[in-house]
T-cell receptor
Framework: GNSVTQMEGPVTLSEEAFLTINCTYT??????LFWYVQYPGEGLQLLLK?????DKGSNKGFEATYRKETTSFHLEKGSVQVSDSAVYFC?????????????FGSGTRLSIRP | DGGITQSPKYLFRKEGQNVTLSCEQN?????MYWYRQDPGQGLRLIYY???????QKGDIAEGYSVSREKKESFPLTVTSAQKNPTAFYLC????????????FGSGTQLSVL
């Protein structure tokens, strides 16, 4: 079946550092890929998405590129801020079944030091 | 305001008891989902439903049951067969289509007495 694998956390960086959170997937067909974020005390919300190979999703300075050849969707940001501290979840949507089955990775906790 | 409402926020279950978690949405979304969140394990899919009167098992459906009698409502029952029910439960709905996006409720923390 489909699966999503994320790098384990926690990840701790200093402000203005470069961020990469790795995400790889296993899927039949052509899934859509997502990054969701859970800020402290808040619910999950969509950060960015990509629906086909070579698409790049971007939002709030974060980017991720749908790489079909490496089955990856790594999250990157050039200069992180304290306000980026949160738990990040990679997810995929399998629309080949009658309903869109959406599964998540295990999440990566990110802490940014001032 | 449109959104997803989960209740209760906290729930306690006794041994051998079934409990039901409520999820209501007024976003007019067709698809709804139940996830379980455990520390270090991310979100695991329990059940999902594309339309009224239809639902599919997710990856960890054993010990759970759902119904979808109305578009707005997707209640989850945690049965006595679920031996490790303590977790944070999240309900979501999906806009669907090419711009699909999940909207999440604020969750229910279930604990065993």
């Amino acid at each position: 079946g489909n699966s999503v694998t994320q790098m384990e956390g926690p990840v701790t960086l200093s402000e203005e550092a470069f961020l990469t959170i790795n995400c790889t997937y296993t899927a039949t067909g052509y899934p859509s890929l997502f990054w969701y974020v859970q800020y402290p005390g808040e619910g999950l919300q969509l950060l960015l998405k990509a629906t086909k190979a070579d698409d790049k999703g971007s939002n709030k300075g974060f980017e991720a590129t749908y790489r079909k050849e490496t089955t990856s969707f790594h999250l990157e940001k050039g200069s992180v801020q304290v306000s980026d501290s949160a738990v990040y979840f990679c997810a995929l949507s399998d629309q080949w079944s009658s309903a869109s089955k959406i599964i998540f990775g295990s999440g990566t906790r990110l802490s940014i030091r001032p | 305001d449109g959104g997803i409402t989960q209740s209760p926020k906290y729930l306690f279950r006794k041994e051998g008891q079934n409990v039901t978690l409520s999820c209501e949405q007024n976003l007019n979304h067709d698809a709804m989902y139940w996830y379980r969140q455990d520390p270090g394990q991310g979100l695991r899919l329990i059940y999902y439903s594309q339309i009224v009167n239809d639902f599919q098992k997710g990856d960890i459906a054993e010990g759970y049951s759902v119904s979808r009698e109305k578009k707005e409502s997707f209640p989850l029952t945690v049965t006595s067969a679920q031996k490790n029910p303590t977790a944070f439960y999240l309900c979501a709905s999906n806009t669907g289509g090419t711009n699909e996006k999940l909207f999440f409720g604020s969750g229910t923390q279930l604990s065993v007495l």
